[in-house]
Protein backbone atom coordinates (compact mmCIF):
# COMPACT_ATOMS: atom_id res chain seq x y z
CA UNK A 1 0.00 0.00 0.00
CA UNK A 2 1.81 3.15 -1.36
CA UNK A 3 1.27 6.33 1.23
CA UNK A 4 1.60 9.94 -0.02
CA UNK A 5 3.01 12.46 2.84
CA UNK A 6 4.53 15.91 3.06
CA UNK A 7 8.08 14.60 2.92
CA UNK A 8 7.37 12.43 -0.36
CA UNK A 9 5.56 8.67 -1.01
CA UNK A 10 6.43 5.49 0.94
CA UNK A 11 4.89 1.45 0.29
CA UNK A 12 3.98 -0.37 3.21
CA UNK A 13 4.37 -4.39 2.03
CA UNK A 14 2.25 -6.22 3.96
CA UNK A 15 2.15 -10.54 3.91
CA UNK A 16 -0.48 -11.96 4.96
CA UNK A 17 0.55 -14.97 5.42
CA UNK A 18 2.68 -13.98 7.91
CA UNK A 19 -0.42 -12.19 9.62
CA UNK A 20 -3.96 -12.73 8.46
CA UNK A 21 -5.71 -10.90 10.85
CA UNK A 22 -3.41 -8.15 11.64
CA UNK A 23 -3.13 -7.96 7.51
CA UNK A 24 -7.01 -7.63 6.96
CA UNK A 25 -7.32 -4.91 10.30
CA UNK A 26 -4.65 -3.05 8.19
CA UNK A 27 -6.37 -3.43 4.74
CA UNK A 28 -9.65 -2.29 6.02
CA UNK A 29 -8.03 0.89 8.01
CA UNK A 30 -6.45 2.03 4.65
CA UNK A 31 -9.79 1.31 2.98
CA UNK A 32 -11.77 3.01 4.97
CA UNK A 33 -9.39 5.91 5.15
CA UNK A 34 -8.45 5.86 8.42
CA UNK A 35 -4.71 7.11 8.30
CA UNK A 36 -5.92 10.25 5.81
CA UNK A 37 -4.17 13.36 7.44
CA UNK A 38 -2.78 11.46 10.36
CA UNK A 39 0.62 12.46 12.08
CA UNK A 40 3.96 10.39 12.84
CA UNK A 41 5.70 10.26 15.59
CA UNK A 42 8.31 8.49 17.32
CA UNK A 43 10.85 8.95 14.15
CA UNK A 44 14.03 7.16 14.10
CA UNK A 45 15.63 7.94 11.00
CA UNK A 46 16.47 5.02 8.96
CA UNK A 47 15.17 2.39 11.10
CA UNK A 48 11.30 3.26 11.62
CA UNK A 49 8.37 5.45 12.42
CA UNK A 50 5.15 4.84 14.58
CA UNK A 51 1.85 5.91 13.34
CA UNK A 52 -1.57 4.52 13.76
CA UNK A 53 -3.90 7.24 15.57
CA UNK A 54 -6.58 8.65 12.79
CA UNK A 55 -6.72 12.51 12.37
CA UNK A 56 -10.05 12.47 13.17
CA UNK A 57 -11.41 11.62 16.25
CA UNK A 58 -14.64 10.20 15.26
CA UNK A 59 -12.67 8.04 13.53
CA UNK A 60 -10.51 6.76 16.08
CA UNK A 61 -13.67 6.42 18.28
CA UNK A 62 -15.68 4.31 15.85
CA UNK A 63 -12.46 1.95 15.79
CA UNK A 64 -11.62 2.08 19.18
CA UNK A 65 -13.41 -1.03 20.76
CA UNK A 66 -13.08 -3.39 17.42
CA UNK A 67 -10.92 -6.23 18.32
CA UNK A 68 -8.66 -8.39 16.13
CA UNK A 69 -10.47 -11.48 16.05
CA UNK A 70 -10.35 -14.36 13.92
Known sequence: MKFATTRGEFTVTVHRA??????????????????DNASFFRVV???????GISAYPPVSIAWRDTKLTG
Open 18 to 35: WAPIGADRFYNLVKHHFY
Open 45 to 51: PGFIVQF
